[in-house]
């Protein structure tokens, strides 16, 4: 079994995060609970990456603080949580969080990643659910802008995870389906919050850095339809868009509402 020491890593999260010492917003719980969905295909892509031995120590590292932050934002949600409905939504996740965590805890295997794949897709679909009951509670664009671009965090792991399971050329069916299919969701959303009429001067060079880095991506994208992999330049890469989306999803929750 696959010991994971990532209590230390939670207790730190949560006595730091500075969002456990005072009352969020509408747009911080979209960012947040957004953020659980990217850490449910983060959790997974870096379960793949040590299966597939591509940057083993940094992958083991990511994948305790993820299971760490994914815990320190369901206290922090649980605290939010503005109605019964996104009271309820909160136990799906948790319930499915308790099986999925128990699962990536264990040594990564050939034989579990295909069940890691099946739990991040349930767990994603809840987040997802959350997301959209949260969103819906402030109605507001800013909210609409949070969740639009939180939402390609967890695409560029969510490929990035996808890529790594072709690559390790697993028995399940969809698989290139799925991946061609968040590729269409990222540029389409790129394009959307780029003609955004909300957009700073600041968030629109954000834009134009994070479409050249997806367009640098894509080449890797395209050796792989002649089986010609590079696993380790998608982790890279996917890591750059993430960092990407992380600023402007912030930059995003601090337009007025």
């Not at 230390?8 to 006595?15: D, I, P, T």
């Not at 990643?113 to 402030?138: K, M, N, P, Y």
């Not at 330049?233 to 929750?253: G, H, N, P």
Request: glycine share 4%; aromatic share 8%.
């Amino acid at each position: 079994m696959r010991k994971k020491n990532w209590c230390g890593l939670l207790f730190g999260l949560v006595f730091l995060s500075p969002s456990l010492w005072a009352a969020i917003g509408v747009a911080e719980a979209v960012n947040l609970s957004g953020m659980q969905r990217m850490l449910s295909q983060r959790i997974a892509k870096n379960y793949l990456m040590i299966g597939t031995e591509v940057r083993t120590e940094q992958a083991s590292r990511q994948l305790d603080e993820s299971l760490a932050r994914f815990e320190s934002n369901l206290l922090t949600l649980d605290d939010y949580a503005a109605s019964p409905a996104i009271e309820q939504q909160l136990q799906r996740v948790s319930l499915h969080w308790q099986e999925y965590r128990s699962l990536v805890l264990q040594r990564p295997e050939r034989e579990s990643a295909v069940r890691v794949l099946s739990l991040s897709d349930q767990l994603l679909a809840e987040c997802e659910t959350l997301v959209a009951q949260i969103e819906r509670s402030g109605a507001g664009r800013t909210a609409q802008l949070v969740n639009r671009s939180g939402r390609q965090r967890m695409l560029s792991q969510r490929i990035a995870k996808l890529y790594l399971a072709l690559s390790w050329k697993l028995p399940q069916q969809e698989l290139q389906t799925q991946f061609g299919q968040a590729v269409d969701e990222f540029s389409q959303a790129l394009e959307e919050l780029r003609i955004a009429p909300e957009n700073t001067t600041e968030i629109n060079a954000a834009l134009v850095k994070a479409s050249a880095q997806w367009e640098f991506s894509q080449q890797g994208f395209h050796l792989s339809e002649d089986a010609r992999y590079v696993p380790t330049l998608i982790s890279i890469t996917s890591e750059t868009l993430l960092k990407q989306m992380e600023d402007l999803t912030r930059a995003y929750a601090e337009l007025p509402l």
